[in-house]
């Protein structure tokens, strides 16, 4: 089972990320499921990289262990916006479909 772990901001922005464990929909390789959120994971820390007001740290643990934490100046914030959206709903897309493989967990915490 994958399960992804979203933090969202009070605005709803993205803040934090952690994906961990690996579906068992297939073989190893040619597991959809592990696939799909791999691609999602890999292509938001692209997105985001380098983005100019988007500071973004992260790390890799065992193999089926990704963690991301983001950071946006009123410059980044749209961009963020819109990454993030994408992110989540692809996310829970993937969720939908494959339910006894992936599970996503929402949780929104206010500015402090």
Request: aromatic share 6%; hydrophobic share 40%; proline share 4%.
């Amino acid at each position: 089972m994958v399960s992804v772990n979203v933090t969202l901001d009070g605005a709803g922005l993205l803040k934090r990320c952690h994906a961990c464990g690996h579906a068992g929909a297939g073989k190893r390789g040619s597991d959809l499921v592990c696939a799909a959120i791999s691609v999602l994971t890999r292509t938001l820390i692209r997105t985001l990289a380098d983005r100019r007001g988007i500071t973004i740290r992260g790390s890799v643990g065992k193999p089926g262990d990704f963690l991301l934490e983001v950071e946006a100046t009123p410059e980044g914030t749209p961009f963020l916006d819109g990454a993030g959206a994408f992110f989540v709903e692809g996310a829970l897309s993937v969720s939908a479909e494959f339910p006894d493989y992936c599970t996503v967990t929402i949780e929104s915490r206010p500015e402090t």
